[in-house]
């Protein structure tokens, strides 16, 4: 028994490759972004139409300015090759591509009380929940006030 609805489908894959956590090592002088760069290079080079390739935060941990950009070349490119792509992403300019672009969809997680339900809302751009989830996860409620303040001013 499988829990989907009426139509669903279900593929399967030749491979699945994932870009999940940090990779950074000193040891080989990889930074969390340029080892990050390394698995999207190997992902690039191994997507064909019975992959699937889940990338966690794609072209993070750089400048936003830049890394959103090259986020979609790569996005755009490995679609070229036909695999199915899952992305999470806190870029904007990835939200938006669902608007312009019909190889793109978007869906967010739902919150509930600043709590993932867990809940995948299709069709729906999510938003951060960093403020709320600083405040879960402990830290001062002075630091979340003065952060709450800084985003006014912004």
């Keep these: 028994w499988v829990p989907a609805g ?5 593929d399967l894959f030749r491979s699945v490759l994932a870009a999940i956590g ?9 930074s969390s972004f340029s ?8 992902m690039l080079t191994a997507a064909g139409p019975a992959t699937l390739l889940l990338l966690d ?28 792509v ?4 806190h870029y904007a300019q990835l939200k938006a591509l669902a608007t312009v672009d019909s190889r793109f969809a ?12 867990y809940k995948v809302l299709h069709g729906v751009t999510g938003e951060s ?5 600083a405040e879960r996860m402990g830290l001062e409620a002075g630091l979340v006030a003065r952060a709450e303040a800084l985003m006014g001013e912004q």
């Design 6 to 10: 009426e139509g669903s489908r279900l």
């Design 22 to 30: 940090d990779a950074q090592t000193v040891a080989e002088g990889l």
């Design 35 to 42: 080892a990050h760069l390394a698995l999207l290079r190997t």
């Design 57 to 84: 935060e794609i072209a993070s941990g750089t400048d936003p300015a830049q890394g959103a950009p090259l986020a979609q070349a790569v996005l755009e490119r490995m679609l070229e090759a036909g695999p199915r």
């Design 86 to 89: 899952v992305v999470t992403t």
């Design 106 to 117: 978007v869906a967010a997680m739902q919150y509930v009380d600043g709590a993932p339900s």
């Design 129 to 133: 929940h960093a403020l709320s989830m």
